[in-house]
C-alpha cells in the first residue's frame, strides 16, 4: 500500500470522471477536488490489505479504481461478503457506528482508494455544505443497497439450507 500525491491523481484522471461513481454523484467538482486535496489516496496491489478486523474506524474509504473485497470475521470464521467496486465506499458504517472494523479488506486487484477521515468528513459540512448534504445522502443510499444485496443473500441461504 503506497500514500500517493493528490496533485499527480488530477493529471492522471479527470475529477468528472469520479462524478460517475454512486458517492461522488450530483457533487459539485470543487467539493471532489477538495476531498482528493485534503484525503489520503492509496495505492493498493492486488491482495493488499487495506485494514482488519478491530482496527480503529476514525475514517471511510471510497473505490477510486480497482475492486475490494470485504471479508467478514466472526468467531474464528472469515466469510466474503460483499466487493466494494469504482464510486463505493467500506468503513463508513464502523466510522459513524463508532465501532471497531468489523472485518478485513483485501484489495482484488489493483486499485486506488481516497482516505476521508471524520475531521475531513466534517470539515467539509462548513467548506462545501451543499456537498457534504449530497455525500452523506450518497452514503445513506449505499449502506440501503448494502443492506438489501445482504438481506437477499440471508433468505437465500436460508432458503438452500
Not at 477538495?34 to 496491489?45: A, P
Not at 487495506?50 to 471510497?62: K, P, V
Request: glycine share 8%; proline share 1%; with cysteine.
Amino acid at each position: 500500500m503506497k500514500l500517493l500525491n493528490s496533485a499527480g491523481f488530477e493529471q492522471q484522471r479527470e475529477l468528472s470522471e469520479l462524478q460517475q461513481g454512486s458517492l461522488f454523484g450530483a457533487m459539485s467538482i470543487e467539493g471532489i477536488r477538495y476531498l482528493i486535496k485534503n484525503g489520503k489516496l492509496w495505492q493498493l496491489d492486488a491482495d493488499d490489505v487495506l485494514y482488519e478486523t478491530g482496527s480503529s474506524a476514525n475514517h471511510f474509504f471510497i473505490v477510486c479504481q480497482g475492486e475490494l473485497q470485504f471479508i467478514k470475521v466472526h468467531e474464528g470464521l472469515h466469510l466474503g461478503t460483499r466487493f466494494i467496486h469504482f464510486g463505493e465506499e467500506v468503513g463508513y458504517v464502523a466510522m459513524i457506528s463508532l465501532q471497531p472494523h468489523g472485518g478485513r479488506v483485501i484489495a482484488q486487484q489493483d486499485s486506488l482508494v481516497l482516505e476521508i477521515e471524520c475531521n475531513l468528513y466534517a470539515e467539509l459540512q462548513s467548506v462545501h455544505p451543499q456537498d457534504f448534504g449530497i455525500l452523506t445522502l450518497n452514503l445513506a443510499r449505499d449502506m440501503a443497497r448494502n443492506i438489501q444485496r445482504l438481506n437477499a443473500r440471508l433468505v437465500e441461504d436460508c432458503i438452500n439450507s
